[in-house]
């Protein structure tokens, strides 16, 4: 079966650019979404088709691609942002989620 | 304004059945495809199955021999079937909708989810 791979953790301090991380094979062949949640809360998606910004998202949020691993970039980094993140893709009709990676806003 | 809103016991014994409902409010249930994913506590997300109009069904294949998803068009609701659950089964479940029913996409709507535990 398909499986994506997240740091568990990322760090970053307030105003920096946090950079989450999904590798997948032939990952560059599919179109990769990513969610945050919020303890308590359901997932919302900030990117779908690899660098898709759905509205009411911050422009912060942006999302590429390249070989087997995409990335979630997160600019100028607040306190608001600190959540769990998931990268999801689709493996033929499965729907495949990473292991999720918690961002910490130091 | 779109919901959905999941409903169903929220405790189920071992080896009996977990069966939840979405219901669908402020846009036809069609033709999307129609999610459930679950949460186990303190765990990532894990997607269980999706259903297309009533005939197009796809499952985890982790879970397919106990999975059953079902739609009702005129309830605007689509349900989840889970057999012999057992406490690994805990969870929160979520419904969820995918961008279009074109081609596989991110989830853009989800519901609040429901905390399922199994226990005797």
């Known amino acids: 079966s398909y499986e994506l791979t997240q740091p568990p953790s990322v760090s970053v301090s307030p105003g920096q650019t946090a950079r989450i991380t999904c590798s997948g094979d032939?990952?560059?062949?599919?179109?990769v979404s990513w969610y945050h949640q919020r303890p308590g809360q359901s997932p919302v998606v900030v990117i779908h088709?690899?660098?898709q910004r759905p509205s009411g998202i911050s422009e912060r949020f942006s999302g590429s691609t390249s070989g087997n691993t995409a990335t979630l970039i997160i600019s100028g980094t607040q306190a608001m942002d600190e959540a769990d993140f998931y990268c999801q893709v689709w493996d033929i009709n499965v729907a495949v989620f990473g292991g999720g990676t918690k961002l910490t806003v130091l | 304004q779109v919901q959905l809103q999941e409903s169903g016991p929220g405790l189920v014994k071992p080896s009996e059945t977990l069966s939840l409902t979405c219901t669908v409010s402020g846009i036809s249930i069609n033709p999307y495809y129609w999610s459930w994913i679950r949460q186990a506590p303190g765990k990532g997300l894990e997607w269980i199955g999706y259903?297309?109009?009533?005939?197009?069904?796809s499952y985890n294949p982790s879970l397919k021999s106990r999975v059953t998803i079902s739609l009702d068009m005129p309830k605007n609701q689509f349900s989840l079937t889970l057999t012999s659950v057992t406490a690994a089964d805990t969870a929160i479940y979520f419904c969820?909708?995918?961008?279009?029913?074109?081609?596989?996409?991110?989830?853009?709507?989800w519901g609040q989810g429901t905390l399922v535990t199994v226990s005797s």
């Open positions: 969820a909708r995918e961008y279009t029913g074109n081609y596989h996409d991110g989830f853009d709507l």
């Open positions: 088709q690899n660098n």
């Open positions: 259903i297309y109009y009533t005939v197009s069904t």
């Open positions: 032939r990952l560059g062949d599919k179109d």
